[in-house]
Structures are given as C-alpha cells and as structure tokens.
C-alpha cells in the first residue's frame, strides 16, 4: 500500500534551518510528484511547492522561494524539504503529499517544526 | 493568485442531516478543484476531484458540484466519523490555493 512516511518533530532554533525527509513506498517513487505543504496551528493550508522525483523538476511558491528546498534521493525513495532562516512564522506542521496527476491522493503523517529560542 | 473563500467557518449538524460547504474562486478554475478532510491530530485525506469526482473508497453520502466560480461539498446523512474540518483546493493555477476550512461538528 502507498505510505509516505515523514521524519520527527523538530525545535529549532530562530536563523536556524532545518531538513526533513518523506520516504515513500508502496508505488514507483519516480513517477509521481511529491508536494510539500504548511498548515500553521489551527490555520489553513499553504503549498510551498512541489518536485518531480524522476526528473528533479521543481516548482516553488514564490512566497516561499529562498525558503524552502527540494531535494530527493531516488536509491531510498526519499524526497526532501530543508527550510532556511527559519523564524517564528515558520512554526507550522509539514506535510508531503503524492500527486496523482490531479490531486493529492496521499499524504504524510507531518513533521511538527517549532522555532523558538 | 486565485484567492479560495470558504464558507461557513465552522458548522454544527445533527446526525443523519444534510450539510454543504462552499468554495468560490477569485477567477474561474474550471472544475480543477479538490476536497480534503481532515480529523482532527490527522492528514488531510482527498475527497473529491475535478469539482465532482469521487476519490476511490470515499462513501458514496459525499458528493461534489459546481462550476466556473461556484463550488460545493455536500454531506448526505450526516455520521459521528464526518466530524472533521473540510478544505477546498483550486489546481487550475499555480500556485495552487486552499480554502481557508470548515469546522464540522455535531450538535
């Protein structure tokens, strides 16, 4: 069955950055994109962007350009988003999510990052 | 980008009632609309796609319309396990946008 499964909760420090992984498994990792998600605590969601794990094609929020980055490593399946210069606003939790083409037919579990000093 | 208002904020229903949610889009979207739901401490799941698509193994009480700006969610005979907040999402134009949620809950 299609997992995506995501890396712990992080506490980070204000300037800081983070990186955290989403291993998929349970379909062939390179033929789907992978996008990457931010809800806030009791917010709305928010698309930072999206990677195509095959081509390493990315496409970025412009909102979020300079903040986040895509990365994947094909041999262990696994896509992954570090974060910069993170400050407060940065608080939220992550999602990765398969699109299939459409939609976002599976999601992670989240990563909750909290930045505080 | 294209802005998604969701309304209401938040819904309070009985069991076995009828609810519906709305989504409408700053500009047209042209059925490239999603629903998620979301339990509470839990990812979203998909509901709906292209504005009236059922996703495989979602309960056939859930059901999409609309078109253009205009979208809806309905929720036919309302069970305890919809008690969720419910989201919308445009993918017609990046970047893609959500709705800002429905609070669900039972009354």
């Known amino acids: 069955q299609v997992q995506l499964q995501q890396s712990g909760a992080e506490l980070v420090k204000p300037g800081s950055s983070v990186k955290m992984s989403c291993k998929a498994s349970?379909?062939?990792?390179?033929?789907?994109?992978i996008y990457w998600i931010k809800q806030r605590p009791g917010q709305g969601l928010e698309w930072i962007g999206r990677i195509g794990p095959g081509s390493g094609d990315t496409n970025y929020n412009e909102k979020f350009k300079g903040k986040a980055t895509f990365t994947v490593d094909k041999s262990s399946s696994t896509a992954y988003m570090q974060l910069s210069s993170l400050t407060p606003e940065d608080t939220a939790v992550y999602y990765c999510?398969?699109?299939?083409?459409?939609?976002?037919?599976?999601w992670g579990q989240g990563v909750m990052v909290t930045v505080s000093s | 980008d294209i802005q998604m208002t969701q309304s209401p904020a938040s819904l309070s229903a009985s069991l076995g009632e009828t609810v519906t949610i709305e989504c409408r889009a700053s500009?047209?979207?042209?059925?490239?609309l999603a629903w998620y739901q979301q339990k509470p401490g839990k990812s979203p799941q998909l509901l709906i796609y292209n504005a009236n698509s059922l996703h495989t193994g979602v309960p056939s009480r859930f059901s999409g319309s609309g078109s253009g700006t205009q979208y809806s969610l309905k929720i036919n005979s309302l069970q305890s396990e919809d008690v969720a907040s419910y989201f919308c999402?445009?993918?017609?134009?990046?970047?893609?946008?959500f709705g800002a949620g429905t609070k669900l809950e039972l009354k």
């Open positions: 349970g379909y062939t990792f390179t033929s789907y994109y």
């Open positions: 999402q445009q993918y017609y134009d990046y970047p893609d946008t």
């Open positions: 500009e047209d979207i042209y059925n490239g």
């Open positions: 999510a398969r699109y299939d083409g459409i939609a976002l037919d599976y």
